[in-house]
C-alpha cells in the first residue's frame, strides 16, 4: 500500500503540468488508470482526475508510481493528503468531513489553515527512494 506522506504540492504540480501538456486520456493511459469521477481536484479551474495525478506525485516523490489498486482501500486518506497540500478535492469520496464540519451552518464560512511551508524529502541519489529519518537508504546501503 502507498504511502503519500512524502508528496510535496510541488510534486503534485508537476504531476497537473504533466496532465496538461498530454491531455487527461493520454495521462491517464499513460499512467495505467481508468478516469474516476468520484475524486476529483480542481485547481485554477480546471478538473483532474485525482487519483492519477496522486500517483504521479507519489512516483515524482518516491520513484514508484501508485497502482489504482492502491486506492481501494486508502483514498480517503489519500485526499486528506491533498488537501493538507493546498489543494481542492471534491466528489463522492471527498465528503468524509468531521460532524462538527457537517453541522456548520451555511452563514458560518470555512476557516481554513494556511499551508505549511513544505521542506523538499531527501531522496536517495542512487534509486531515487524518499530517504526515511535517519537519511540511509534501506535499500542501497
Partial sequence: MATFSSVTSQHVLEALAEHDERGAEAFLA??????????????????????AVLAV????????LATPEEFRSSLDQALT???RRGFQVTGAAAVGTSSARRSRTSAEPARRRPPKVE????VCPTCSTALPATGMCDWCD
Wanted: overall charge positive; proline content about 5%; cysteine-free.
Fill in 30 to 51: 499513460a499512467h495505467g488508470f481508468a478516469a474516476s469521477p468520484d475524486a476529483v481536484i480542481v485547481h485554477e479551474g480546471r478538473r483532474y482526475d485525482a487519483r
Fill in 119 to 122: 521542506r523538499p524529502t531527501a
Fill in 57 to 64: 506525485a507519489h512516483k515524482r516523490a518516491t520513484g514508484r
Fill in 81 to 83: 493528503v491533498l488537501r
